[in-house]
């Protein structure tokens, strides 16, 4: 349980594992993919050879035995494998009854871990709907945020562009009207049906978790990975900006948003700067009261996810309000006019 709870902290902690027919060897050892030899018996069923299971990334190569739960039948992809030896060249069978018992038990924990609801998702569920109404006017996002971001973009007319964690679909309308071809992202399924909604029947649009894999997208699909405003969400920058990195062509841009480091520390009142902690605060400013919880980081841990996943970076931006910023909320905008709120970065492959 230690150690599931140790793997279970990094979002990359399950490998797929082809299973293989008995005495038959991988044609071409894949590093992704380990190799389960001989049977896999899950749920008191066999798997058929070429099953994918999932295995604790720390797995020992090849599997020649473990404990399966899940249920065979349903997505193999979903069962979890628990790598202990118990015979050569099988996983452990066991009965209806310990079965039913086991799956009860372990496979709803080890399953939850693994596949973790993102912080935020409860909060934007609840919010969307708010959100998606004022979001063209509500001036951090229309008069703040928005001008600084889209005036960092590259020239997109016919590039392939990832809008990722799209919202209600704001930026990927402008991504559009500048011609780029998008294919805009979001954990929230409310979000996505109001994107939906803006966007039309014609828009990509995909429920992604950015805490897990991109594997529905291929190498060097894109030209640019447009950001706002979603990776406050997402604990784990490395895995998810080298994942970026996998998906853009070698000359391809990313760009995100993110609350500023220097004012997130204040506003959460931090005892500890160099860490990236969870914090949480209550929104007010959609027209319902709604927890949100986040990642206040240090500057350092801003840039470096960049540099150290191959980026380098092009462009750092402390925005400053817009004059119609300042005729919507005058407070607010002095107040940004002295201390930043966000903090906008553009980096290309490296
Ligand atoms: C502040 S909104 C920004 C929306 C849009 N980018 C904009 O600026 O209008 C943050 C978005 O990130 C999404 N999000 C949060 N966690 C996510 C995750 N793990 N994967 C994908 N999207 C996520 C939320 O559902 C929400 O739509």
């Known amino acids: 349980m230690i150690s599931l709870a140790v793997w279970a902290r990094t979002s990359h902690w399950v490998k797929g594992a082809r299973v293989h027919g008995e005495g038959e060897a991988p044609a071409e050892p894949n590093q992704d993919e380990l190799p ?46 628990l790598p202990f030896l118990v015979l050569p060249n099988m996983l452990l069978v066991y009965d209806d009854t310990l079965s039913d018992y086991l799956d009860a038990f372990l496979c709803s924990t ?18 969307a709907d708010h959100y998606a109404a004022i979001i063209d006017t509500k001036p951090h996002n229309a008069y703040y945020d928005r001008p600084a971001m889209i005036g960092l973009w590259p020239e997109l007319d016919g590039k392939r562009v990832l809008d990722a964690g799209c919202g209600p679909g704001v930026y990927t309308e402008s991504l559009l ?33 950015l805490t897990q894999p991109l594997d529905m997208f291929r190498d060097r699909e894109f030209d640019f990975v447009n950001a706002p405003l979603c990776l406050d969400y997402i604990d784990d920058w490395r895995s998810l900006f080298c994942e970026f990195k996998r998906i853009l062509k070698p000359d391809g841009q990313f760009q995100f948003s993110c609350g500023h480091p220097a004012f997130d520390a204040e506003y959460f009142e931090t005892e500890d700067y160099f860490s990236v902690e969870r914090v949480e605060c209550t929104w007010t400013g959609f027209g319902k009261n709604v927890v949100m919880p986040s990642y206040r980081r240090p500057l350092q841990e801003v840039l470096m996810p960049l540099i150290d996943s191959g980026f380098q970076i092009e462009q750092v931006v402390e925005p400053q309000p817009t004059d119609q910023f300042r005729q919507a909320d005058l407070k607010r905008f002095n107040a940004l006019m002295h201390r930043p709120g966000f903090l906008c970065v553009r980096a290309k492959v490296g």
Do not use: H, N, W
């Not at 080890?110 to 934007?124: E, G, S, V």
């Not at 979001?186 to 990509?204: C, H, K, N, T």
């Open 177 to 209: 009207e500048r011609g780029a071809v998008v294919t805009s992202i979001d954990v929230s399924d409310r979000m996505i049906e109001l994107a939906r909604q803006r966007l039309g029947p014609e828009a990509d649009l995909q429920l992604v978790d």
């Open 36 to 81: 389960v030899m001989g049977t896999a018996i899950v749920s008191g069923k066999a798997l058929a050879a070429g099953s994918l299971v999932l295995v604790p990334a720390a797995s020992a190569l090849p599997l020649t035995g473990g404990f399966a739960c899940g249920s065979a039948g349903a997505s193999p992809s979903l069962c979890l494998v």
């Open 110 to 127: 080890l399953q939850t871990l693994m596949t973790r609801k993102p912080i935020a998702y409860d909060a934007y569920q609840e919010l």
